[in-house]
């Protein structure tokens, strides 16, 4: 996350214990860091999404499962019961499809649905997908569908690209929040909102939470870093309700500057492929380990004890200093 942003501490504060829980959805959850929705964990480790969930579960994390996990959510459920587990939903054109996914997460016990809507039915353009001609190897399956709705072109060109083209309902919309909100209990939290405009439509519908995500770069090119646009959404949102964000996040100090300057919580996804690809579980596990430990240290550094003291005013822009 940008060097450009740095932290004010404050000193004399008696930090020897920290307290870094909160309660979200109804659930405790030990830290303010989370595991984003990343596809096709086998990719990275035999062992896929359960050794995720079991990794977040150990750290009392929370972990989104994405739509298009290798295991299936029944199965990340089973091997993963007290994690704190929210389910990410990409939405079909099949309408009946989506319902039913919807369905299945609730019944399996995800509390919270993260609707990711920075791809709606149009794919990123991913010139080394497409110059790999990537698809999920034959040997991994989307564990969420039938067989024929795992499948992947293997012709030329981003077997992704094809199957978010055939497959994703590309015209998503505001009123398919409303739809979703008739047959569903679970709060719905809004993924891939970058402007104040959007947050203010999403509070106004009633989403639980908006989440700031520019999906890590991979849809459109050249649009802000998360953390640029957080302050004015946060002001735009007017503590009406909370705010999420993930996007470069590497460091325990990008998870501090990201509360600071108003996320409720905080979300990477890159890093734990790395973990898993390293150890399976086990490197996931670390990866956890090395950011929680991070954060805690920095706010045992900048004089807070815990997640409330944690203040707008200790984070500043480099160019503050140079005023004269
Ligand atoms: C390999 C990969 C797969 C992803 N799959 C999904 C997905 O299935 N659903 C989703 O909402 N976001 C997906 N994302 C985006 C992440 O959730 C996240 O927004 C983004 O990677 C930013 O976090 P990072 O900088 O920590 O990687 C994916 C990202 C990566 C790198
Ligand atoms: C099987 C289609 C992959 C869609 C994209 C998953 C994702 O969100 C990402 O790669 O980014």
Known sequence: MKASLQIIIRVLRKVQKRDLNLTV????????????????????????????????????SVMILSTLSTCSMEEVVEAAPNAVKW???????????????IGRAEKAGFKALVLTVDLPGVHG?????????????????????????????????????????????????????????????????????????????????????????????????????????????VQAVEDRIDVY????????TDVFKAIALGAKLV???????????????????????ILISEFDNSMALSGCSSLDKIKKSMVAHKSEFFKL
């Open 87 to 101: 389910f990410q939903l990409y939405t079909y054109k099949d309408k009946n499809l989506t319902k039913s996914l």
């Open 125 to 233: 353009i991913r010139y080394k997908d497409i110059k790999n001609n990537f698809i999920l190897p034959s040997h991994l399956k989307l564990d969420n569908f039938a067989n024929e709705i795992s499948k992947m072109d293997p012709t030329e060109g981003s077997g992704l690209t094809k199957y978010v083209m055939n497959l994703f309902d590309d015209g998503l919309c505001w009123e398919d929040i409303e739809w979703i909100k008739t047959f569903t209990k679970l709060p719905i939290i809004v993924k891939g909102i970058m402007s104040p405009e959007d947050a203010k439509i999403a509070v106004k519908i009633g989403c639980s939470v908006v989440f700031v995500s520019n999906h890590g770069g991979r849809q459109l090119d050249t649009v802000p870093a998360t953390i640029e646009v957080l302050p004015s959404i």
């Open 267 to 289: 979300f990477f996804a890159r890093p734990i492929l790395y973990g898993l690809a390293a150890d399976g579980q086990k490197g996931a596990e670390k990866v956890l380990d």
């Open 25 to 60: 959805h109804g659930a405790q959850v030990k830290v303010p860091i989370g595991v984003s929705p990343c596809a096709m964990h086998k990719l990275a480790h035999e062992d896929g999404e359960l050794a995720t969930a079991r990794a977040a579960e150990k750290h009392g």
């Open 245 to 252: 964000l993930d996007g470069g996040v590497r460091h325990g």
